[in-house]
């Protein structure tokens, strides 16, 4: 299954103007990338000032993808050890982490920070 970058009339979010000449995602409908098997579960957020999504699926990986280069992050994250069916963004004491949920009944935290791309 492939992911796809959604967007609205609203993206990128409103911000105060700055120098920020840095690549800006592209609404499309081209394929983001692919795990390897069904994608159950996209997240958006920042990581390192970056947008980016995380996804999670049927392939027992989490994956983070640059939203502006259209680029995988790093390495796949494994550790569930079946579908991993939700997936959240957020922050815990000021680092970017993702949170997900499997059908192995687990949920785990990731830290997100080390992904500078």
Known sequence: MAIVALGGASWPPAKSPSADNSPKPTVTTEPLGHHGDAVYAVAVGQVNGRSVAVTGGAD???RVWDLATRKSLGQPMTGHTNTVEVV??????GRPVAVTGSLDGTVRVWDLSAYTG
């Open 60 to 62: 027992n990986t989490v």
């Open 88 to 93: 959240a963004v957020g922050q815990v004491n």
